[in-house]
């Protein structure tokens, strides 16, 4: 019998997938309903092959009845939470960011020589978000002198933050992005690989890449970030967990920042002391 065919009849029970489940959502918010179980399969036999175990329910044996959840939970995350990601994903949102929110920022002096805009990318995946707002805010800053920014990128996934601290990627990932700005701020990686390319070292270096998981709260963040970008995360999350990070999210937000979600997610009946300024982007009261 192939490798491939045992792989095939390696399946989750339901009570390992129950278990697999509640842990995933307990510690990262994330909804795994059984229309996911064979995505959960497919992802953690790579992490099982990686790990040596020979089964799907010897990994779950090792992770519940042999303490193996406190070496294993990051990797675990790892493997079974979604990167999907683009440059200038949604872009009106970024439009929005250059015509609406800074002007408005800068005219009641928020931000200036003194003060940088102060971005937050809350789910950043490989980088495309956090690598498209600094495009967005280097061209803001040729426009106004001394205006510089500072962005801080986090994902809860260890893998995606390190992939974009590199801001390495594949030539036909970057076709969304101008080509004015793709002369200003990509350039051919130095590997040699035709098709790969780089985000410059100016885009590098206003960018802070960390791990956070939304569900640990309080966030050791700063509390007063001008610029919110949270989108296409909470689709994840069930009703109370939205709720949960939002009102976090808020704290970290001055009177005036602005938060901009994915456009399959919603506020309605949260309470949350933010307006509507556009589809799915608000202003903190």
């Given at each position: 019998?192939?490798?491939?065919?045992?792989?095939?009849?390696?399946?989750?029970?339901?009570?390992?997938?129950?278990?697999?489940?509640?842990?995933?959502?307990?510690?990262?918010?994330?909804?795994?309903?059984?229309?996911?179980?064979?995505?959960?399969?497919?992802?953690?036999r790579r992490?099982?092959?990686?790990?040596?175990?020979?089964?799907?329910?010897?990994?779950?044996?090792?992770?519940?009845?042999?303490?193996?959840?406190?070496?294993?939970?990051?990797?675990?995350?790892?493997?079974v939470?979604?990167?999907?990601?683009?440059f200038?994903?949604?872009?009106?949102?970024?439009?929005?960011?250059?015509?609406?929110?800074?002007?408005?920022?800068?005219?009641?002096?928020?931000?200036?020589?003194?003060?940088p805009?102060?971005?937050?990318?809350?789910?950043?995946?490989?980088?495309?978000?956090?690598?498209?707002?600094?495009?967005?805010?280097?061209?803001?800053?040729?426009?106004?002198?001394?205006?510089?920014?500072?962005?801080?990128?986090?994902?809860i996934?260890?893998?995606?933050?390190?992939?974009?601290?590199?801001?390495?990627?594949?030539?036909?990932?970057?076709?969304?992005?101008?080509?004015?700005?793709?002369?200003?701020?990509?350039?051919?990686?130095?590997?040699?690989?035709?098709?790969?390319?780089?985000?410059?070292?100016?885009?590098?270096?206003?960018?802070?890449?960390?791990?956070?998981?939304?569900?640990?709260?309080?966030?050791?963040?700063?509390?007063?970030?001008?610029?919110?970008f949270?989108?296409?995360?909470?689709?994840?999350?069930?009703?109370?967990?939205?709720?949960?990070?939002?009102?976090?999210?808020?704290?970290?937000?001055?009177?005036?920042?602005?938060?901009?979600?994915?456009?399959?997610?919603?506020?309605?009946?949260?309470?949350?002391?933010?307006?509507?300024?556009?589809?799915?982007?608000?202003?903190?009261?």
């Open positions: 019998m192939t490798a491939k065919t045992l792989e095939t009849l390696d399946h989750l029970s339901a009570r390992d997938f129950q278990r697999l489940a509640e842990f995933i959502h307990g510690y990262s918010g994330i909804k795994m309903p059984t229309s996911k179980k064979s995505m959960v399969e497919g992802r953690l992490r099982v092959r990686a790990l040596g175990i020979t089964s799907l329910t010897d990994y779950c044996r090792y992770l519940f009845e042999q303490d193996g959840l406190d070496r294993e939970a990051v990797s675990l995350i790892d493997a939470s979604t990167n999907k990601t683009d200038f994903r949604e872009p009106e949102h970024f439009r929005f960011m250059a015509e609406q929110a800074v002007p408005e920022l800068l005219r009641k002096r928020e931000i200036g020589p003194k003060a805009l102060k971005i937050w990318s809350a789910a950043c995946s490989i980088g495309a978000e956090p690598y498209t707002l600094a495009m967005v805010a280097s061209e803001i800053a040729r426009a106004h002198a001394g205006l510089r920014a500072t962005i801080l990128a986090t994902d996934n260890t893998e995606v933050v390190e992939a974009a601290t590199l801001g390495i990627y594949p030539e036909a990932m970057i076709a969304p992005v101008p080509q004015d700005l793709r002369k200003r701020y990509v350039m051919r990686a130095k590997s040699g690989a035709l098709d790969r390319v780089r985000m410059v070292p100016e885009l590098r270096s206003m960018i802070a890449f960390g791990r956070l998981n939304l569900m640990e709260q309080p966030y050791p963040l700063d509390q007063d970030m001008h610029i919110i949270c989108r296409n995360i909470l689709i994840y999350f069930d009703k109370a967990t939205q709720k949960k990070v939002l009102e976090q999210l808020c704290t970290h937000l001055r009177p005036g920042g602005f938060l901009f979600m994915g456009h399959s997610e919603t506020l309605t009946g949260f309470g949350l002391p933010l307006r509507p300024v556009a589809t799915t982007i608000f202003q903190r009261a």
